[in-house]
């Protein structure tokens, strides 16, 4: 060795020791996982309601959308109660309300009782950024299996975006509501509790909202995906001004009324439960079983909260239909399915 040379030597191993320990300027301007981790969960909320029996779970997860508490997340019957429950990431246990729901979006905008200044993501910024393209690395935030309650923190994955396509999703042997844009991901982000969680950029930008536990039904297999936050935006902006009006859905062409024999509870509210009072001795849903007292919750898989609800499905509906009902009776949520019949010459006047 030529010692003559050693101190230069010693000075560039000296600076690439250096270089080593310190980060690059594209490292520095890098958040950590810890830092962007922390971040989101401030804009999240673990959701508690309805449920606890099959088929229906009591948690799931929601997003803040802006500083005076709205909170997107999915449409489900776990939000059909009096007493909805959010828990902040600061461990307050506060009461919300649901604003408005859009069935077509599986989309749904609650409100959290007296708070002010929240950290929230900005949905009208995030609208207006470029999609996520396929190859991007992603984190995804959630409280499934309920995992979380209070201030503890949600989950996270890590994940990619696998595509963005349409949704071709089934529930049972019915279609999705929901079969516009999404992101599918390659990680197993859309487990119970899931549904209304956040999917963002190793920055923590918003980029998605987790939808429901879906099929695929071009391959039935289990789908993992997001609705995009564009597609979300619109409803967002407006349920939060309070004029969001949901998508009405065209009624079948006009033709015989099936007979069903449901009579329901007097209609006295403007979202009087769809209860069932009684059943018409000898019809389609005596003969299949439905009781006084049953709460039809879903028709067809999509839900219901309200008599006129279960009018505006099932009335023009053909006789010899086959019409799925999910009924809650007591703690247990049952699967009824009732066949339509021809209308009675007695009950054509005056259908239950």
Known sequence: MNFLRWPYHAAVITAMLLLAASPTCAQADKPSSARVTDFVNQRMVKVFGMGGIRGINAYGSGVIVSADGYVLTTNTPMLDTPDLIVHLWDGRRLS????VTESELDAALLKIDKVEDLPYFDVAKAGKAP??????????????????????????????IAAYSKLHGRRGVFSAPYSGDVYV??????????????????????????????RNSLSDTWIN???????LADFVDKGIKGVYKPFV??????????????ILVPNVVERT?????DTVSGSPAAKAGLRPDDLIVYINNEKIVSIKEFHDLVDKTRPGTDVKLEVRRGDRLLTIMVKLEEMPKRAASKKP
Do not use: C
């Open 96 to 99: 919300a309300k649901v604003v």
């Open 185 to 214: 991901i390659d990680a197993i982000t859309n487990n119970p509790g899931a549904g209304g969680g956040a999917v963002t950029s190793r920055k923590g930008e918003l980029l998605g909202i987790i939808g429901k536990e879906v």
């Open 225 to 231: 995906y997001a609705v995009p936050i564009p597609v």
């Open 249 to 262: 859905k065209v009624k079948p062409a006009a033709g015989p009324s099936g007979f069903h024999g449901i």
């Open 273 to 277: 439960p769809p209860f069932v009072e």
């Open 131 to 160: 999609p996520a393209q396929p190859g991007d690395l992603i984190l995804a935030f959630s409280n499934l299996f309920e995992i979380a309650t209070r201030d503890e923190a949600m989950s996270v994955q890590h994940g990619v």
